[in-house]
Structures are given as structure tokens and as C-alpha cells.
């Protein structure tokens, strides 16, 4: 089977997230890293790129560049990753998409809802894909956790308990350190911090595991360094449009935390517990039964879990082998447009632009119940809500 063309924009030598991201999309033998523009600096981004196997002639020096010579090509892209700063993931998404392009986006996906709905509508009209790499979600035994719910183990859910709290930025001292300082400030962050940076993944994975949306919340938002604008702490109430109640921590000064992001739902018959830091056991408590280790890899789980499970039970699985499913699911959903095919429902768990439209509608729902002391606020977008 040919292999598919993949672009990378951003994700630069020394960058957190790129070598996840080159890592994930090799893994399966289903992408080329054929393309990139990895560095706000043209001729960084272009070393930088050959010394990774880049053609000299597709190691671009900017992603305008990137753009105007791939849609030139017989061979162009078939995803491009746009893994650059927030701020720019709308002009660069937008831009790819209405060349034809399929493209994965870094969360957040925009910084504005109307951004939001407009990448949201492009991807329907184009017909390219448009994801959001909630990674985190290609966890095996989370997308186990997602067919037990759906397919009734639990009964009817009634409370998700969801937290990403980490101590990171607990250091006042670090007030003037640029890597802290930004994200803290609503000139270059917008209207959230500590929600947009890490409470909309474990609002994504409530959503995505319950199979529900968030209709409307309550935060209580605070900012427990004297010098920070934007919030560090926040606890958020939210009520889903299945009927499930929702709980939401999420910190960046919680001291002893390292990453922090969990996951409890609890139904009529059953209840689930797992985290991101210990991935391979999910814990189940049945009614009435004794509690239950489920473990990755072993047999007999559904067949999300087994398609999404990298390596034999008992190894350690990690974030790059959570990434590589959001890949696959990619590589499984172009193939199936190139062939005229269906899905398979177990490849096609990847997120949608509208999953990245909902979380930034959140981000401002939250902002603005927390300057309204714990108002409850509609945290649908507003093309969302006409639906409704």
C-alpha cells in the first residue's frame, strides 16, 4: 500500500511537541514525512528540515511558502500538522484548507469562537478533513472506556469527574520567566490560561468518553499569584445534554502533581477510573461486584481497544503511541476518501474541527462565568445552539 505524503508546519528543533508528533506519524509505515516549514526562521526551519530527511526542495522556510509550492505538485500533501504557536492555527488551517488540503491542528484549534465556526463550515464545504489533536484520546483503554459506556456496561452515566492539574507553575519567582510569563497574559494567551491550556483536554475527554456535549457550566476561576492577570486555577461545574453532571479541576500550581489528567465516570450500574500517568489499567467497579483492574493489551476488550493497543500487555504505553491512533484514524479516514469506502467505526474516533469549535466556546463560557462569580452560562457555539 502507497504510503501517504505528510507536512509538518512548526514543531522545530528544541520544540516540545514535534519530534510527538514526527514519532506518531511514522509509527504505522502509513505517512512519508515528505514536507515542512518547522521554524519561524527560514533558514533554521530549512537546515533543520534536511538534517530530518527532507528533500532540499520541500524544506521550506515559511508555511506561505510551504503552501504555495504543494499545491503546485502532483505529489502534494496528503495531511499537513500545523503544530505552531495558538495564535496562528486559524490563518494557517484556513489557508490549507481552502487549497484542498487535509490537515490535523494543534489545540487550541482557534483563539475566537467565530474562528471556530468558520474553520468549522470551510471543512464542510471543502470536504477535507479537519482534526484537533486531542491526543489523548488515542489512549487504548480510554477509547475502552468509551465503548463500555456506549455500549451500556455502566447504564445511564450519571457524573464525570474530570482533572489536569499540575505544579509546574507554582513558582512566584518565576513571574518574569518568558516560557511562564506569556501564558499568563491576555495579549498573547486571550481570555483564559490555565482552562484553555489544559482544562479543555479533560473537558474533551469527558465529552468524548460520555458521548455527550457540554450545554452549560459555572466556573470559579482564580489567579493565586498576585502578578498573574489570567487564571492558574479553576473548578467548573457542567451539566452535559444526555443528562450527565460534570466536575472540572484543573491547576498549573498544584504542587506534588506532575501531569495530572484523569478521568472518573460513574452510571447506574458501574463506575470507571483511569489516568494518564498509569495508562495501562483502567479500574472498574461494577454494582454490587468487587473492583476490577482491566489491563491494556489483555484479551477481550472491545475493538477500539485493540486496534489503539501498540505493544503487549505489561509494557509501558505512552503519549507518541497515543498520538500515532489520532494518525492512524487519519491515515484509515483518507484512504477511505481516496477508495469511495466506508469507515471502520473503530478507525473513525479521531477529533473534528467541531470538537476544537466546542472546546473554544468552553474557554470563553469559563471566562466568563468566573468574572460573573460562578454565573451558569450556554457554553454551546452559537451554530450549535441554532441547532438545538
Not at 59 to 79: I, K, N, P, V
Not at 80 to 87: Q, R
Not at 98 to 111: Q, R, Y
Not at 119 to 128: D, F, T
Amino acid at each position: 500500500m502507497a504510503k501517504l505524503n505528510w507536512g509538518m508546519i512548526g514543531g522545530g528543533e528544541g520544540s516540545q511537541i514535534g519530534p510527538a508528533h514526527r514519532l506518531a506519524a511514522g509509527l504505522d509505515g502509513a505517512f512519508t514525512f515528505a514536507a515542512g516549514a518547522l521554524d519561524h526562521r527560514a533558514d533554521a526551519g530549512r537546515d533543520y528540515g534536511q538534517r530530518l530527511g527532507l528533500a532540499p526542495d520541500r524544506a521550506y522556510g515559511d508555511w506561505r511558502e510551504m503552501l504555495a509550492a504543494e499545491r503546485a505538485r502532483a505529489d502534494r500533501l496528503d495531511l499537513v500538522t500545523v503544530a505552531t504557536p495558538n495564535a496562528t492555527h486559524f490563518e494557517i488551517t484556513k489557508a490549507f484548507l481552502e487549497a484542498g488540503f487535509n490537515v490535523l491542528c494543534e489545540k487550541p484549534m482557534t483563539m475566537t469562537v467565530d474562528e471556530g465556526e468558520e474553520i468549522v463550515r470551510l471543512a464542510e464545504r471543502s470536504g477535507r478533513i479537519c482534526a484537533v489533536n486531542y491526543g489523548y484520546t488515542g489512549y487504548a483503554l480510554v477509547r475502552h472506556m468509551r465503548a463500555m459506556v456506549a455500549r451500556g456496561d455502566l447504564g445511564r452515566i450519571r457524573v464525570v469527574v474530570a482533572e489536569f492539574a499540575h505544579g509546574h507553575h507554582a513558582d512566584a519567582a518565576d513571574a518574569d520567566n518568558p516560557r511562564v510569563r506569556w501564558r499568563y497574559d491576555p495579549a498573547q494567551a486571550g481570555v483564559s490560561a490555565q482552562f484553555a491550556d489544559c482544562g479543555i483536554h479533560a473537558m474533551h475527554m469527558a465529552s468524548f468518553v460520555t458521548g455527550q456535549n457540554v450545554e452549560r457550566l459555572s466556573a470559579d476561576t482564580v489567579s493565586t499569584i498576585d502578578s498573574r492577570v489570567l487564571e492558574d486555577d479553576a473548578m467548573v461545574n457542567f451539566r452535559m445534554d444526555g443528562g450527565t453532571v460534570g466536575r472540572l479541576w484543573t491547576s498549573s500550581i498544584a504542587l506534588g502533581r506532575q501531569h495530572g489528567l484523569t478521568l472518573q465516570v460513574f452510571g447506574e450500574t458501574g463506575g470507571l477510573r483511569w489516568a494518564q500517568e498509569q495508562p495501562n489499567q483502567l479500574y472498574h467497579m461494577p454494582l454490587g461486584g468487587r473492583l476490577q483492574v482491566i489491563e491494556r493489551g489483555e484479551g477481550n476488550l472491545s475493538p477500539e481497544a485493540d486496534r489503539a493497543s501498540r505493544v503487549t500487555v505489561g509494557h509501558a504505553e505512552g503519549m507518541p503511541l497515543a498520538f500515532a491512533n489520532i494518525y492512524a484514524d487519519m491515515a484509515e479516514t483518507i484512504r477511505a476518501q481516496k477508495d469511495g469506502r466506508a469507515m471502520d467505526p473503530a478507525a473513525n474516533l479521531y477529533p473534528r474541527a467541531e470538537d476544537g469549535l466546542r472546546s473554544m466556546a468552553a474557554v470563553f463560557a469559563v471566562a466568563q462565568s468566573g468574572k460573573a462569580d460562578g454565573a451558569w452560562v450556554d457554553a454551546r457555539p452559537p451554530m450549535f445552539r441554532a441547532e438545538a
